[in-house]
């Protein structure tokens, strides 16, 4: 019978890409023809109605976003009050947007000095990163503030995800709470799997001696018409939440999704994140030190984070992660590798070989992730997992997405592994024979 992991590298469906759960919007009429006519007369994009209210221990804030006769009605709620009353988060949440429409920003409330401030570097890098952001005027009351004498505790936006934990084990001393962000890489109408990712979420801070925050946003649904997600607004969505929080934290730390020799021009920075800071608080863009194999084995020394992993943006069933994407595979290989898979039980299948050489590695993060995977089983020592050193390979050598044409290649490289196998079994089997002989005489 045949060894799936040995020769189901030709039978395994090809595995599904890791995409995010929101879908790409298409710009409405207004925004298209700014993007694509310079000649137009510049439009504005006026914050106004900025309200804030609260029930119990929670809050709400909200604004009315307007772009001439388009309107958009934005809104936070926080599971823990209090929340800021200036105008700072909504400064975080439409100045890129501002940009991309080349419109001037007016925001009918007050904007901490510190931010006002860094918002000119924002821009000098943006329109650096993007041809289509072009500066803007900001136009927004200036606040006095007044320093806080009391000391706040740090937090640190928490998804259950590789970077996040290693950001929190990292600072497990320092970090006081955690942030999880609904409406983030999950969209609100997903209610049953927010709650269940939610109370998955706090159980992991309470076993961590931790607490956790909830804070809903329909802010995305607002971003998605004006700015790319990941290449322009994804710090900027987190600034704006961190902002609003600001009265509850010194620190707020945002988990690195890069390590620095993977740095490109992107949404979430080390030098976009900060410039988000407030008077009130500093946030801190944690993580670049680490490559993604390092921060899993971080994770796999923490018993709570392995029972609390979430890696999957497009699982919907009741086990956290499906296994099936790449996301998911590129984890499970490394925690396999650090011999911590089987103690991870967040994964809906063991891990398959044969989806693992099927992994589209012509993309550059794609490929950088698979190559560290491999160096990592090189080093802890490859002969000791020989299947999976080969899935990496053939996954980088993309042999089984080639269709057709990929076969005769397929059949000269099995053959090839063959012949290397007998190979190495005629030493072993001289040298027993050999063994022998002399216990013999």
């Given at each position: ?43 504005t ?138 409406g ?20 992991a ?6 607490s956790?925050?909830d ?32 009265p ?29 800071s ?74 398959d ?66 012949l ?22």
């Amino acid at each position: 019978m045949c060894n799936n992991e040995a020769f189901g590298f030709f039978l395994g469906p090809a595995p599904v890409r890791p995409r995010d759960a929101y879908r790409p919007r298409t710009c409405d009429a207004m925004t298209a023809s700014h993007l694509s006519d310079s000649s137009a007369p510049s439009p504005t994009l006026r914050v106004e109605d900025i309200r804030h209210s609260h029930d119990r221990d929670a809050a709400r804030a909200s604004a009315r976003l307007s772009i001439g006769s388009t309107q958009h009605d934005v809104w936070f709620r926080v599971s823990r009050a209090p929340i800021a009353s200036r105008a700072d988060a909504w400064l975080c949440a439409t100045l890129i947007p501002a940009m991309k429409l080349g419109a001037a920003l007016q925001i009918d409330g007050a904007v901490g000095p510190r931010l006002l401030a860094s918002s000119s570097s924002v821009q000098d890098i943006m329109a650096m990163w993007s041809p289509r952001c072009r500066r803007v005027s900001i136009r927004a009351d200036r606040s006095d503030v007044e320093p806080r004498t009391a000391p706040r505790p740090a937090a640190c936006f928490f998804s259950g995800g590789v970077d996040s934990f290693y950001t929190l084990l990292k600072h497990r001393d320092a970090i006081d709470t955690l942030i999880f962000v609904h409406g983030h890489d999950t969209p609100l109408d997903e209610r049953d799997r927010l709650a269940a990712i939610s109370q998955r979420i706090h159980a992991a801070a309470r076993e961590l001696g931790k607490s956790a925050i909830d804070v809903e946003t329909n802010l995305r649904d607002f971003s998605e018409r004006y700015a790319t997600w990941a290449p322009e607004y994804f710090g900027s969505f987190l600034g704006s939440i961190a902002a609003l929080l600001a009265p509850q934290f010194a620190t707020i730390y945002i988990p690195a999704s890069c390590d620095y020799n993977q740095l490109d021009p992107f949404g979430s920075h080390p030098l976009l994140d900060p410039l988000w800071s407030t008077d009130e608080m500093t946030i801190v863009h944690d993580g670049c030190e680490a490559t993604r194999f390092q921060r899993v084995a971080r994770i796999a020394a923490s018993d709570v984070a392995l029972r609390y992993l979430r890696v999957c943006l497009r699982d919907r069933g009741p086990i956290e992660n499906c296994a099936r994407c790449e996301k998911c595979l590129r984890t499970m290989v490394s925690l396999r590798i650090l011999g911590a898979l089987d103690h991870c039980r967040t994964f809906a299948h063991p891990l398959d070989l044969a989806r693992v050489a099927r992994v589209d590695t012509s993309s550059d993060e794609t490929r950088s992730y698979v190559e560290e995977n491999l160096r990592a089983l090189r080093d802890v020592g490859a002969a000791n997992d020989p299947l999976l050193e080969q899935a990496l390979q053939d996954a980088l050598g993309g042999l089984y997405r080639r269709g057709v044409w990929g076969w005769p290649v397929r059949a000269a490289r099995l053959a090839g592994r063959a012949l290397r196998r007998q190979g190495r079994s005629a030493p072993r089997a001289e040298s027993s024979r050999a063994v022998v002989s002399e216990a013999s005489s």
